[in-house]
């Protein structure tokens, strides 16, 4: 037996060359993570019960069918490694320069000039309890993509005050035992709220002016609604069917924000006018730790009054456009890591 | 200021300043980053340089 803190996890921060091929060991960092849940393998059996000619309607054989991986978060503080790599992984469209700290340029691939139309970079990953002769588990998991994330900024104390959870979702592929050696714990920059530099959205600035001070917090979030990969000759393990690739299907990107109301508060206006423009959210920790998302064309759709804590407030959803110039959302992120998505 | 060597989906080569604002409408348009070659095997579309005034 084991207690699952005991529980070490590292994944790709480089990107696979193949869905099928695994991260080597240099390639692979790792970090903890706040859901204390090992990404379970589910194999699928079925069974002849719905075949006729048996003399009976009872179950006679066991067959195989496929592996049912269910997806995996990644629950962390946000820090400038995380997020260059959840947005690398999940967007797909990275340009990386410097030579430290290195600055990360991400939107979101498209189909027609991606290089591996509908799929995202790949990366693999370890999950281990005590490995070497006796492990209680040791394990990589190959063909991994990031599903989804959400962005979470709210106004509290702490790391809590910025957070960035991760789905992830994998082939069934595997490797047991793994013949990883796990590097040291990495010690991520994270971020809070107080560290916030730029906060202006659709016009407004949250930061200076009148409306400083209003901001509550902000939910963002990316779904990638990969289609099931599951097709002749996508491979199998054990001899269960495991997914051969992952596509992405209709993206969405979904932006939710609450602010205090105030005499001469212009959301309402701002939605009713159908006034579009962009908005920028930066959070900077130091010159070699930065994140910032830029939203090319945002309008709201909502404006919900309300209250927080006993304060009127007003839930704004935002609609992000996509602009034909600059397109939906360009994150930018420095950062001293090398190599992420590389 | 850092360059970057950016490649268009139709395989034309150009190095471009790496700013957001730079990279963003390219990479929207479907360029995507290529590493720099050490000796250029092939013709690299100069950096932009300041406009001049015509001669009249």
Known sequence: MANINELMEGWGFGKQTAIGTANAGTAIWRHTNLNTKPWAK???NEDDRAEIGKGHEFPTQLFRSHYNMPPFELSKYASSEFLAWAMCFSLGNVTLTGSGPYTYVIVPALGATNATGLELPYFSFVQQIRPGGSAVLDEMLVGCAVKSWKLSIKNSPGRASAMCSVECVTTGQYTAPSGITLPAVSTPHEFNAGMITAL???????????SAKQFVSMDASWENNFRPGFFPGSGSQDGYQIQGRFEWGDRAFAVQFVVRVQAGSTEYATLINLTTGTATFTVTRDANNSFSMLIQKMGFSVAELGNT???????ITGVQLYDATNGLVTMTIVTPITGICQ | MDWVLMQSPQGELREVEATTEALTPLMVAGWHQVPAPAASPVPVAQKPVAPTEEEK
């Open chain 1, 42 to 44: 589910v194999p699928v």
């Open chain 1, 200 to 210: 202006t959205f659709n016009g407004i600035n949250y930061l200076s002016g009148g």
């Open chain 1, 309 to 315: 804590d006993g304060i009127v407030t007003l839930q």
